[in-house]
């Protein structure tokens, strides 16, 4: 049935994004191609959760900078208040925001973010890009 629909198994958006920010980036480099052959995909489309997912690791990492006990409980508690659109459980986001917070320094992810944006201004910029290679680039560059 994923053949028909054209999502297959292990290589979806949210496949790339976990790999990406746990710091795979062989297995996140693997899924940007998969990712981008399914209908309606683009580079955007995969940079834009990235950024999110990126704001949302460093805001659970300022948090256990701060050094707040519960980091998770943290985390939920501004997702709840903010409500940003297009996660997928808001629970389930801050548990992962917080597990990915401990692979990451604070400048680690402001220089992600940075990299990010420069790679969602290159897709938007330019009528002639790789999206694959410009993504693949910058998931290589989150890289421990």
Same mark, same amino acid.
């Given at each position: 049935?994923?053949? *028909? +629909? /054209?999502?297959?198994?292990?290589?979806?958006?949210? #496949?790339?994004?976990? &790999?990406?920010? $746990?710091?795979?980036?062989? @297995?996140?480099?693997?899924?940007?191609?998969?990712?981008?052959?399914?209908?309606g995909?683009?580079?955007?489309?995969?940079?834009?959760?990235l950024g999110?997912? *990126? +704001? /949302?690791?460093?805001?659970?990492?300022?948090?256990? #900078?701060?050094?707040? &006990?519960?980091? $998770?409980?943290?985390?939920? @508690?501004?997702l709840?208040?903010?409500?940003?659109?297009?996660?997928?459980?808001?629970?389930e986001?801050?548990?992962?925001?917080?597990?990915w917070?401990?692979?990451?320094?604070?400048?680690?992810?402001?220089?992600?973010?940075?990299?990010?944006l420069? &790679?969602?201004?290159?897709?938007?910029?330019?009528?002639?890009?790789?999206?694959?290679?410009?993504?693949?680039?910058?998931?290589?560059?989150?890289?421990?």
């Amino acid at each position: 049935m994923s053949a *028909l +629909v /054209g999502v297959r198994r292990g290589e979806t958006i949210h #496949d790339l994004v976990d &790999a990406a920010l $746990e710091r795979r980036a062989a @297995r996140a480099a693997h899924l940007v191609e998969p990712v981008l052959e399914q209908a309606g995909m683009s580079g955007v489309k995969i940079v834009t959760p990235l950024g999110t997912h *990126l +704001v /949302g690791t460093a805001l659970a990492r300022a948090e256990r #900078d701060r050094g707040t &006990a519960r980091v $998770e409980d943290a985390v939920l @508690r501004q997702l709840l208040a903010a409500r940003p659109y297009g996660l997928r459980g808001y629970k389930e986001e801050a548990a992962r925001w917080a597990r990915w917070s401990t692979l990451w320094t604070a400048p680690e992810l402001s220089a992600a973010l940075r990299a990010t944006l420069a &790679a969602d201004r290159a897709l938007k910029g330019t009528t002639v890009t790789n999206d694959g290679g410009i993504v693949t680039q910058l998931v290589l560059s989150y890289a421990a």
